[in-house]
C-alpha cells in the first residue's frame, strides 16, 4: 500500500463507517412501530435480506483484498444489524409474509452467498478472483441504491414526501461521497464506482424532496374545502335530496387511502 495516502484513506473510510452505521439505524422507529403493533403486515423485507448480501460480499470482499479493514469493519456491524431487522420482521410478520421472508433469506443469504464462495474462492489467480467478486459486489451495490427509485415513484405519484425523510437522502448521500473516495483514494473502483450512482440518486432525492416538501400541505386545505362546499350542498338540498346525501357519504368512505402504512 501507498503509506502516504493513508491518511485519507483512514479519513473517509473512518467518515464513511460513522454515517454507514447511523444509515443503519434508519429503519428503527418502523420497528418500533412493528412491536408496538405486534406485526409486521404492511411492511416489507426485501429491502432488509438485499442489505444484508450486500454486507455479506463486502465482508467477503475485504477478507479477501486484506488492506479494506474499514470496509470490513462496517459491513460486520451492518450485517449484525441487518439479521436484528430480518429476524425481528419474522417473528412479527403473517405467516404468508413469515414463509416469504425465509425464502428470500435462505434463497440470497444462504445459498447465493454460499454460490459466490463456492465459485471465487478456490480460483487460482486471486487478482482474477478479487475482480470477479468486485464485480459481483457492484452489482449488489448498484441494486441497493437504485432500490429507493420505488420510494421516488411513489412520492412523485403521492405528491407525498412522507415516504421519503429528507434526513436519510441527506446522509445517504453523504456516506456515497465518503465512500466514493474511499475507493478513489484505496485505487478500487469496485468500491468507488457504485457510490457515483449512489451520489446520483441521492441527489435526485433531495430535488425531488424540495419539489413535493409544501405540496401536501397546499393541498391538505382542498380536501377541507370541498367538504364544506359539498356539506353546504347538502345541507341546501336535505328535503329533496336525503338519498343522494347517502350515496355522496358513501363515496368519501369508499375513496380513503387503504396504503398508508407502507413506509419501507
Given at each position: 500500500m501507498d503509506f502516504h495516502r493513508l491518511p485519507l484513506v483512514f479519513i473517509f473510510g473512518f467518515l464513511g463507517n460513522v454515517i454507514s452505521f447511523l444509515v443503519s439505524l434508519a429503519p428503527l422507529p418502523t420497528f418500533y412501530q412493528i412491536y408496538n403493533k405486534k406485526?409486521?403486515?404492511g411492511f416489507q423485507s426485501i429491502p432488509y435480506v438485499i442489505s444484508l448480501s450486500s454486507a455479506m460480499l463486502w465482508i467477503y470482499y475485504a477478507f479477501l483484498k486484506r488492506d479494506a479493514m474499514l470496509l470490513f469493519t462496517i459491513n460486520t456491524i451492518c450485517s449484525f444489524i441487518q439479521i436484528f431487522y430480518i429476524f425481528t420482521y419474522i417473528y412479527y410478520a403473517p405467516k404468508k409474509e413469515k414463509v416469504l421472508t425465509v425464502k428470500l433469506f435462505l434463497v440470497f443469504n444462504v445459498f447465493g452467498f454460499g454460490a459466490v464462495v463456492l465459485s471465487t474462492f478456490f480460483?487460482?489467480?486471486?487478482?482474477?478472483?478479487?475482480?470477479?467478486?468486485?464485480?459481483?459486489?457492484?452489482?449488489f451495490a448498484l441494486s441497493v441504491f437504485v432500490a429507493p427509485l420505488g420510494i421516488v415513484r411513489k412520492v412523485i405519484k403521492t405528491k407525498s414526501v412522507e415516504y421519503m425523510p429528507f434526513t436519510l437522502s441527506v446522509f445517504l448521500t453523504l456516506g456515497a461521497v465518503m465512500w466514493f473516495f474511499y475507493g478513489v483514494t484505496l485505487k478500487d473502483m469496485n468500491i468507488a464506482v457504485p457510490n457515483v450512482l449512489g451520489f446520483i440518486f441521492g441527489i435526485l432525492q433531495m430535488i425531488i424532496y424540495a419539489i413535493y416538501k409544501?405540496?401536501?400541505?397546499?393541498?391538505?386545505e382542498v380536501p377541507k374545502l370541498q367538504q364544506l362546499s359539498?356539506?353546504?350542498?347538502?345541507?341546501?338540498?336535505?328535503?329533496n335530496n336525503n338519498n343522494g346525501v347517502v350515496e355522496a357519504q358513501n363515496?368519501?368512505?369508499n375513496t380513503m387511502d387503504p396504503d398508508a402504512s407502507n413506509k419501507v
Open positions: 406485526t409486521s403486515e480460483l487460482r489467480n486471486p487478482f482474477f478472483r478479487l475482480r470477479v467478486l468486485g464485480y459481483i459486489c457492484m452489482a409544501n405540496h401536501a400541505k397546499e393541498t391538505g359539498e356539506h353546504n350542498i347538502d345541507d341546501h338540498d336535505d328535503d363515496i368519501k368512505g
